[in-house]
Structures are given as structure tokens and as C-alpha cells.
């Protein structure tokens, strides 16, 4: 039901039960907020989007006030405007005044909302409590003296992830945001996803950067340098140098990777054929034996810590296959170096990742081999940027070039990885192929592109009726395994992304997570699948080649020793 | 008593309960360890950040091992004029600990403390519940043996 409000003197229609921020942004009329998230209850805490309403003695926030007909709206009076302004002046008075030599210089909420409400000075100084930045974790800095309390990392970190390593600590003005017991991140439960990087205004989490090492790395004549970005990038990077979300540009992307300097420049979704292979061929083989069923999906290295630590006991339903990432790196430093003359230790292979989580997986003991790492440097999509800038890349003056032979092709099964959903229609394909000897006739499965936290539906191949469950927002992951163990589903194999949305939507993104970006990201891998001659990975050329040349058959000794590994619980304060 | 024990007594409460609990073990264990706060969460099947932060919110619950006798110096306007001090370089000298340091043998912390609200008889140091008044450094020492022996005695 609609309803006319009073807004500046002008009318216009609010809903009935929506908030006044809805109803305002609905009608195009921008209110500054802070500790509001869409979809998430709001907590009113900020402040920063008070409004006057005529009638009421106090300023309502307008993220958690509801509309009401007899309303009349001030957004902008000079007593808001004032109220807004002082708000954010005591928020800064204990914040560093850093801005140039901070990560998010220039994509800032804080700096952004200082610049639109002209704060000149510094009014209020506040006493400054004394942190340590905490860089103990792999992927994730922490500097809580740059936090402001919003509270959004930690709703992110219970609500979306299901961790709750974040929680507010202490209170009055020595209340921080902090693990249990206040430990490192490193020696705490974080699955190290980086959803809080994605929330957080004031920077007071970041990656930790792999670039000044890279650099080095890029510039140094004993090493050869090899790259590989994973399927979601290419679809992302447009808007880190304002091209329309969701263009794909691989193209471009390779020649400036090549500008910049790296030897090889191959794509991760090339792994993501061979992990559909191994995967299918280890799926089949349980399938066949009836055991460990429903198979997990391993690509996702904050879901593998998140069940190493959370339920130990069903490790066994893990899949043994490394991720797309591990796989790049492990044939990098073998078939590869073998095949270019190569000692491994002379290759600097270097991944990028939408994903802060990669980083983490990259320097697991399980991913070294006789001191060769399969993968030496992950970059996010954010480094990514950056590094392309730092070169002076101009983007717009460049000709699209491919990536190179024989890790540059790909099927669009491998593309299709990018978005939750992608890998287990992926799979399928493969599967098919497999088990009937015939292709799969109707490739797209509509109920795996859904938008939603749990996806389940069966699917006939052959003689076998299979269920599939396909989970994104890793909070949902707890009810699902819950209903595992407790007997009541019928799955076959599931497929868990920690990032709402899988990786196109993952913690190394451009900041901020736009939905509508995110969208036009996974409709733009939809449609190179819908385009794409070769759309499975069983039909990737040069992935056969490889099994014919180096890796035999899937599942072989090889595949085992170079492709596969073994997790193992993990001890840590829940 | 054990901590598995105070949990016991709880069997099959909820989150309603995590206030009495933490209290019941600080009485018994004189603070909250971090292995309390890990065995607190698996009880009530919460995060342990979550128990972490509520127990940190509320003034009375400790993280560490408590003094017996913990010392405070009022730093109140008046207290600091007429020489709070030179009674916080006497307990340093006699304690032989920084300010907010536990003592090695775990009997004695001092620290600063905002006004204690007895300004008319300043300066004024509080031990345990106890108000001193009117004190000077050189009552110090006689302070701090009558605690030692009060602690020999019980
Ligand atoms: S760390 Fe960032 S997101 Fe978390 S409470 Fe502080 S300012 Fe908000
Ligand atoms: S955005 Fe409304 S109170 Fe923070």
C-alpha cells in the first residue's frame, strides 16, 4: 500500500512498513549512511542519517525509522545538515589522519562523506586509543585504529559467513572490534574470506599485498615469470578503470599483463577444465563404491577451513583435488618448467583471484613440495588495479591479445567457475560425457544459476538420479551439513562457496560489493557460455593433450601426487 | 572447583545463563581464564568471540589473576595537590612493580584511579573496599606489612 509523504515541500509515494531511507532512496532523494546494510536489519547506530520530521523532538535515523503517513521530511535543513556534520567530526576525532598513505586512499566512505559535508578541520580531538596493526594472518591486515565501531564487519562476519571471528570487545571508549580472547587473526577461527575488507569504511581491514614482491620478482632477469587469473577477473577489472560493469576484457587484460612485463600469461578457468576432470573422475569413482557421498567441493579455501575446523568429522566427504588455483600452479612448476627448460625454483608464478582467501590456501605446508610452492604470489583483483596503474597502462590504447599456449584455453565450463552454481554445472557436463559415453543435449541448468544461499535439485544421468546442493553465504553451510548428518537429505555432491554469490562477489573485489555490478559479472559468464564452441571441459584440447603428454589418465600416481592432497583438522578457538 | 563442574550445574541452559555462569567461575577461580571463555562457548554452542565480548563489557568480570589486596591511588584534583604522587613512587619503591603490574608473589597491584570521591580527606588510597585517609608516603610501608600479615594470619 502507498501512501504520500512530505519530503523538502515536495510530495512523494512511501510504502507502507518500508523505512524512511527506502522510501527517500526510492525516490531518488540520498541520505549519507554509515552503519546501515541493504538487507540486514538495521542498527541505527551511526547516526549519519538523521532527518528532521516535523513533530518529532529528536532526529530519526532514517535507516530504522518506518514512514508514516502524517510525515513531514526534512533531508538537507541546515539543523540536519549540522547534526550530520558534527556526527562525523566526533567519529574522525579519533581516527588517523593518514589519508595519503592508506590503501583506500581515494575509495574511502569516510574521506567521501568528510568531502561532501566540507569538514575543513579538525574540531574535536579525541584521545586516541593505542593499537597494534595485527598482520598475522596470510590474508587480512588488521588496523583497529582506524576503525569507527559501524559494526559491519562484524554483522558481515556472523551473519553472511557464520564465523563470528569479529565481535565488539570491551565497551565505552575502549570498545575495539577483535577476536576471542583477543588473539591474532592467524591463531583465530577466520576462514580468512575478506567479506569484512568489503564492508569495512575506514579501512581498518585490508589484503596483505603480494606486490612489493612481485615487483621485485617482475624486475629480477634469473626468473621467469608466469601469471594466471582466475575466470571470475576478466569480467570484474572493467570497472576498476570505469567500463561498464560486467564487460568482459580478457582481452585487454592480457596485453597489459604482457606490458607490464610477465613472461607467461595464462588463465586459471584452463585449471578449472582439469579440475572438473579430476573432480568428475573422483566423483564417479565414489559414486560406484558407494562411499563418501555427498562429495564436497574443494575449490573454495575458506570452506575447506571453515569444515577442517568446524566439523572435522566429515572431512572424508572433502574432495582430494587441489582448487583450480593449486592446479595452475602444480603443472606451472612441472610439466610446464619441464617443457620450457625450467628448473621450478626459476619460476615465479603468480595467480589473481577475486578471493583473500587464495592467499591463505597459496602458503598451506600441503601446497609445498621440496621447498617448490605451487603458487609464489596471489593477487587480488584490487593488487590487480593497482599494479596495472603503477605501470602506467592506459587501457583505452590497447589491442586485445589471447593468453598464451597451452594454459590459455579454456572450455566455458571453466568460465562458468566465477559464479555459484558454475562449478556444478561444470561438472555435470563432464559427468554426462562419462557416465552415458553421449554429450549432454540441454546445457543450461537453471535451478544452479538461482540467487540463493542453499540450491538443491536432482538430476538424471544415465542410471542415476543425482542430488546436487549448492551453497554460497557460508552461514548457510551449517544447516546443510546439519541435515547431513542428521540423515535427511539425498545428496550426491555439494558445491559450498564462502561469498554470496561465489567468487564473482568474493572478498578481493573492488570495493564496494555493487549488486548490480555482481549481476552484470555473472550474466556476462552466462553469456560467454551461451556463445562459447567448446562449453565442456572434457572438451578442452589442450587439457587432453596434457593427460595424453604428462598426466596419463585422471586419478593417475601423477594426477594424485601433482593434483591432489589431503586436509586434516584444524585446532582453533571457535 | 572445576570449571567442567559449574558447568554441569547448568545442563541444558541457554544464552540466558552466560552472566551467572561467568560469575560463578570468576568466584570460584578469582578470574576468567581464556580456557574458561573456550569452554563456556562449546557449552552453549556460541562463538567463543561472542562470550568474549560480553564478558568484557561488564566492569566486574577480570581476565586475570586478581591481588589479594589491589591498591588505589586516588588522582583526584585535591589528592593530586596535596601529593597522590610521591605515594605512587613510595609503592613503587616498597612493591617493587610498575603501576597496573601484579607483584610476583600475587598479592599486591596499585594503580591510578580517577576522583574516589572523599576529597576532604585527601590524599586517599583504597584497598580492596577499604578507604585510607589522609595518608602520607611514609605510612606506606606500615600499610603494606599490616596487609602481608594479615595474609600470614588467614
Ligand atoms: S573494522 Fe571497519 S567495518 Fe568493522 S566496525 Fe570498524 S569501521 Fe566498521
Ligand atoms: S546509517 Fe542510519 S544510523 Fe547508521
Known amino acids: 500500500m502507498f501512501f504520500d509523504i512530505e519530503v523538502n515541500n515536495k510530495i512523494i509515494k512511501a510504502r507502507q512498513g518500508e523505512t524512511i531511507l527506502q522510501a527517500l532512496s526510492r525516490n531518488g532523494i540520498k541520505v549519507p549512511t554509515l552503519c546501515y546494510m541493504e538487507d540486514f536489519t538495521p542498527t541505527g547506530a551511526c547516526r549519519m542519517?538523521?532527518?528532521e520530521v516535523e513533530g518529532?523532538?529528536?532526529?530519526?535515523?532514517?535507516?530504522?525509522?518506518?514512514?508514516?503517513?502524517?510525515?513531514?521530511?526534512?533531508?538537507?535543513?541546515?539543523?540536519?545538515?549540522?547534526?550530520?556534520?558534527?556526527?562525523?567530526?566526533?567519529?574522525?576525532?579519533?581516527?588517523?589522519?593518514?589519508?595519503?598513505?592508506c590503501v583506500?586512499?581515494?575509495?574511502?566512505?569516510?574521506?567521501?562523506?568528510?568531502?561532501?559535508?566540507?569538514?575543513?578541520?579538525?574540531?574535536?580531538?579525541?584521545?586516541?586509543?593505542?593499537?597494534?596493526?595485527?598482520?598475522?594472518?596470510?590474508s587480512i591486515v588488521h588496523e583497529p585504529e582506524k576503525c569507527i565501531l559501524c559494526g559491519r564487519c562484524v554483522r558481515i562476519c556472523e551473519e553472511v559467513i557464520g564465523v563470528s571471528t569479529l565481535e565488539f570487545v570491551r565497551r565505552g571508549d575502549s570498545t575495539s572490534v577483535s577476536t576471542a580472547n583477543e588473539k591474532p587473526?592467524?591463531?583465530?577461527?577466520?576462514?580468512?574470506?575478506?567479506?569484512?575488507?568489503?564492508?569495512?569504511?575506514?579501512?581498518?581491514?585490508?589484503e596483505k599485498t603480494h606486490l612489493p614482491e612481485l615487483q621485485e620478482s617482475l624486475h629480477n632477469p634469473k626468473l621467469h615469470t608466469v601469471l594466471h587469473y582466475s575466470p571470475a577477473i576478466s569480467v570484474t577489472l572493467a570497472e576498476e578503470f570505469g567500463l561498464k560493469a560486467g564487460k568482459d576484457i580478457s582481452g585487454l587484460l592480457n596485453a597489459a599483463l604482457r606490458k607490464i612485463g610477465f613472461n607467461r600469461v595464462f588463465d586459471t578457468s584452463f585449471a578449472a577444465d582439469l579440475n572438473i576432470m579430476e573432480l568428475a573422475d573422483e566423483f564417479i569413482k565414489r559414486l560406484e563404491a558407494d562411499q563418501n557421498l555427498p562429495m564436497f567441493s574443494s575449490c573454495c579455501s575458506s570452506w575447506v577451513k571453515f569444515i577442517e575446523q568446524y566439523s572435522p568429522e566429515m572431512l572424508h566427504h572433502l574432495s582430494?583435488?587441489?582448487?583450480?588455483?593449486?592446479?595452475?600452479?602444480?603443472?606451472?612448476?612441472?610439466?610446464?618448467?619441464e617443457s620450457e627448460n625450467l628448473k621450478p625454483e626459476e619460476i615465479y608464478s603468480v595467480s589473481v583471484m577475486p578471493c583473500t582467501a587464495k592467499k591463505f590456501e597459496a602458503q598451506r605446508e600441503e601446497m609445498t613440495h621440496k621447498c617448490i610452492t605451487d603458487v609464489d604470489a596471489v593477487l587480488t583483483t584490487r593488487e590487480l588495479a593497482k599494479l596495472i596503474r603503477l605501470y602506467g597502462i592506459d587501457f583505452h590504447h590497447n589491442e586485445p591479445e589471447l593468453p598464451d599456449m597451452p594454459m590459455g584455453t579454456r572450455s566455458s565450463a571453466g568460465k562458468l567457475y566465477g559464479a555459484s552454481g558454475g562449478l556444478t554445472e561444470a561438472l555435470i557436463r563432464t559427468l554426462h560425457y562419462r557416465i552415458t559415453s553421449k554429450e549432454i543435449t540441454q546445457f543450461k541448468i537453471t535451478e544452479a544459476r538461482q540467487v540463493k544461499g542453499r540450491k538443491e535439485f536432482k538430476f538424471k544421468i544415465g542410471q542415476y538420479e543425482l542430488g546436487f546442493a549448492i551453497i554460497?553465504?557460508?552461514?548457510?553451510?551449517?544447516?546443510?551439513?546439519?541435515?547431513?548428518?542428521?540423515?535427511?537429505?539425498?545428496?550426491?555432491?555439494?558445491?559450498v562457496m564462502a561469498c554470496p554469490g561465489g567468487c564473482i562477489n568474493g572478498g578481493g573485489q573492488?570495493?564496494?560489493?555493487?549488486?548490480?555490478?555482481?549481476?552484470?559479472?555473472?550474466?556476462t559468464l552466462y553469456e560467454i557460455d551461451e556463445k562459447d564452441s567448446i562449453k565442456a571441459s572434457h572438451k578442452n584440447p589442450m587439457v587432453l593433450d596434457l593427460y595424453q603428454m604428462f598426466l596419463k589418465e585422471p586419478g593417475s600416481d601423477k594426477c594424485k601426487t601433482l593434483l591432489h592432497t589431503k586436509y586434516t583438522p584444524r585446532d582453533v578457538l571457535l | 572447583m572445576e570449571i567442567e563442574t559449574i558447568l554441569e550445574k547448568y545442563t541444558g541452559s541457554q544464552r540466558d545463563n552466560l552472566i551467572p555462569i561467568l560469575e560463578e567461575i570468576q568466584e570460584e577461580r578469582g578470574f576468567i581464564s581464556e580456557e574458561a571463555i573456550v569452554k563456556v562457548s562449546r557449552f552453549l554452542k556460541l562463538p567463543a568471540s561472542k562470550i568474549y565480548g560480553v564478558a568484557t563489557f561488564y566492569d566486574f568480570f577480570h581476565f586475570e589473576r586478581q591481588p589479594a589486596y589491589h591498591i588505589r591511588v586516588c588522582n583526584g584534583i585535591n589528592c593530586h595537590l596535596a601529593g597522590s604522587d610521591n605515594i605512587l613512587r613510595k609503592?613503587?619503591?616498597?612493591?617493587?612493580?610498575?603501576?597496573?603490574?601484579?607483584?610476583?608473589?600475587?598479592?599486591f597491584k596499585y594503580e591510578l584511579t580517577g576522583c574516589l570521591g572523599a576529597c576532604n580527606s585527601a590524599p586517599v588510597i583504597k584497598i580492596n573496599d577499604e578507604f585510607y585517609s589522609g595518608i602520607t608516603a611514609d605510612d606506606i610501608s606500615q600499610i603494606i606489612e599490616e596487609c602481608k600479615m594479615k595474609i600470614k594470619e588467614a
Open chain 1, 49 to 51: 542519517c538523521v532527518v
Open chain 1, 56 to 101: 518529532m523532538n529528536d532526529l530519526a535515523p532514517a535507516c530504522s525509522h518506518p514512514v508514516e503517513e502524517w510525515m513531514k521530511i526534512k533531508t538537507h535543513s541546515p539543523m540536519v545538515v549540522k547534526a550530520r556534520k558534527t556526527n562525523l567530526e566526533l567519529l574522525l576525532a579519533n581516527h588517523p589522519d593518514d589519508c595519503l598513505y
Open chain 1, 104 to 138: 583506500r586512499n581515494g575509495n574511502c566512505e569516510l574521506q567521501k562523506l568528510a568531502a561532501e559535508l566540507d569538514v575543513k578541520e579538525r574540531r574535536f580531538v579525541g584521545k586516541r586509543n593505542k593499537y597494534k596493526t595485527d598482520p598475522s594472518s596470510p
Open chain 1, 185 to 206: 587473526l592467524n591463531l583465530s577461527n577466520c576462514i580468512t574470506c575478506g567479506q569484512c575488507i568489503m564492508v569495512c569504511p575506514a579501512s581498518a581491514f585490508y
Open chain 1, 320 to 337: 582430494a583435488c587441489k582448487s583450480p588455483q593449486q592446479m595452475m600452479g602444480a603443472i606451472v612448476k612441472s610439466y610446464y618448467a
Open chain 1, 472 to 495: 554460497s553465504g557460508l552461514v548457510n553451510v551449517k544447516d546443510l551439513l546439519k541435515d547431513i548428518k542428521e540423515g535427511k537429505t539425498n545428496l550426491h555432491f555439494v558445491e
Open chain 1, 510 to 523: 573492488p570495493i564496494p560489493a555493487d549488486p548490480t555490478a555482481v549481476k552484470a559479472r555473472a550474466k
Open chain 2, 91 to 107: 609503592l613503587e619503591e616498597e612493591l617493587k612493580v610498575k603501576a597496573g603490574q601484579l607483584t610476583r608473589d600475587g598479592i
